[in-house]
Structure formats: C-alpha cells, structure tokens
C-alpha cells in the first residue's frame, strides 16, 4: 500500500489508473468502514482510500480538536484489507486558502442533520467534490449509516453531471444493535449499555409500520418518549420519504426511520429503511 500526503505525487500516481474505486473516510477506521472497503474490492481497479478530518463540516464546536486521530492504526488497517492507495494530505495542502468557494447544497440539506448542523453539507459536499476532483474515481462508496449524507452526495454527483457511480454501505452493527461510530468510544460503562436504545426504538416504528400501523406521527411521539424518559436528549426521530427525506407519506413503498439523540455528552445519529407493501 502507498501513503500519499501530497497532492502532486497523488495525481502522478493515479495518473496511468483506468478504474478507481474511492473511499473517503475521517480515519478512526473500524468494521463499518470495513464494510465499504470490502465492497470497493469487489470492484477490480485500484482501490483509494482517504483519511482526512474536515474541519469545514464541524462548526464553531470542539468536536473537531474531539475528534481521534488514530492515523498509525488505519494505515495498518487499510494496508491489512488490500488498499492501494492511501491520502492522507494536511489541512495545508486541502485548504491552502481560505475555502471561499463552497458548495451550496439544495433544501435536503437545510433538514433533519442540516437543522441542528448549520453548515455542516456545506463542509462535507464540498470537502467531498474536492476528493473528487483529486482521486478522479470512477466508483465511490458511502455508508447508509450516514444516510441523508448519503442522498447529498447522490445528488451532488447528479446535478453536478458528475461520471461517477455511487454504491453504498450496509450500517454495521454490535450485537445489541448499536450502530458503529467513532463517537462510541466516548461512551461510559452506562451510556454503552443504554445507546443501544436508539436502535431498539427505530426497530419498534420499523415493525410497527411493515406490519400495517400507519399512525405515523403517533410512532414518531412514542419513540421521542421512550428516549426523552430514559434520559436521552432528543434532536429528532422523522420518518421520511426514502432519498428525498420528503415527509413520508402513507402510500409511498420505500421509507426511512432517522434518529439523533445525545446520550450525556456524545450526540448519536441512526436509520432504518422500511419497506411498506402498497
Ligand atoms: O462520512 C465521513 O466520514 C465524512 O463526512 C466524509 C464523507 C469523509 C467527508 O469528510
């Protein structure tokens, strides 16, 4: 595997490439990213993985200097899972400028993660389209974990006419459902236990609804509740259209569950798809 932390040595490699396959990450690599991984390697060419903490998408919060940087260790998990190429560029070579071109993201963005993140698309659309245009992939892979990032980024790659495939990610989960995420480790012994709730509760409206409940808005209350009275702080829980994250709407067949609630101090992000028979 090459690390490549310039730009110029990363154009010159990938220069002679007919087939990349693309998958950017903030590193702190753990199974879910696996996950991508694997389905990049399905896809003969030469497999790119970036490592880059965006400073763009986390706002005026301390997340970002939060956030663990654990390059040493995803180097050796990228090079154990058969990457070829890893970029790992400073903040310098990504922004060398001040970043006054960005990425103005449609109404999707202004919702749900994007109300309670202003900018937060912005930053991740337009760090993204800057990957891009340095990797020049042919295929890039997202995860469904972060599922309105994921429509985003489709959308971006439509309406900008941009040639390249988007395949997407399976979220991966612990035993007990809770979903994979760097911000678990900031979990203690009790928020670990309880976090797996959010799941539970995006499980019961999932179940709920494929087996013919259409009270939508009565789902929605009882899962904020269930969260609220167990001592979670409640961002949202919004069932959606799937990939317009439109309201959803009862004779609409493919729909999607999104919760974001804080436990103590780590704010935790889940979806369910559903399918409704119409
Ligand atoms: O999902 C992430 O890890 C980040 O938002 C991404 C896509 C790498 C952009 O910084």
Redesign the pocket.
């Known amino acids: 595997m090459e690390i490549i932390t310039d730009i110029p040595s990363l154009r010159l490699r990938l220069k002679s490439e007919h087939y990349v396959v693309f998958v950017?990450?903030?590193g702190n690599l753990h199974e879910g990213h696996l996950s991508l991984i694997q389905i990049a390697k399905q896809r003969s060419g030469c497999l790119v993985a970036s490592i880059?903490v965006?400073r763009l998408?986390f706002g005026e919060t301390r997340d970002f200097d939060q956030y663990p940087r654990t390059l040493i260790e995803d180097f050796k998990f990228l090079e154990n899972h058969g990457v070829d190429v890893v970029f790992a560029p400073t903040e310098k070579d990504i922004y060398p400028v001040l970043q006054e071109f960005v990425i103005e993201p449609p109404p999707l963005a202004n919702i749900l993660e994007g109300e309670f993140r202003p900018g937060f698309f912005s930053g991740?659309a337009t760090?993204?389209l800057k990957l891009f245009n340095l990797v020049q992939p042919q295929l890039v892979i997202?995860?469904k974990k972060?599922y309105q990032?994921l429509c985003v980024i489709r959308e971006m790659i439509r309406q900008l006419n941009l040639s390249i495939e988007i395949d997407e990610g399976e979220t991966v989960r612990t035993s007990d459902g809770l979903a994979l995420s760097s911000r678990n480790r900031f979990l203690n012994g009790e928020e670990r236990t309880e976090a797996a709730c959010l799941f539970q509760v995006l499980s019961k409206i999932k179940l709920e609804i494929e087996t013919g409940n259409k009270n939508f808005e009565e789902l929605q209350n009882t899962a904020r509740e269930t969260l609220i009275s167990r001592g979670w702080d409640v961002d949202y829980i919004a069932l959606r259209q799937g990939n317009t994250l439109a309201p959803a709407q009862i004779n609409n067949g493919a729909l999607v569950v999104l919760g974001a609630a804080k436990l103590g101090k780590t704010r935790l992000i889940d979806n369910l798809e559903i399918s409704v028979e119409i």
């Open positions: 950017p990450t903030m880059f965006n998408q991740v760090l993204v997202f995860g972060d990032q």
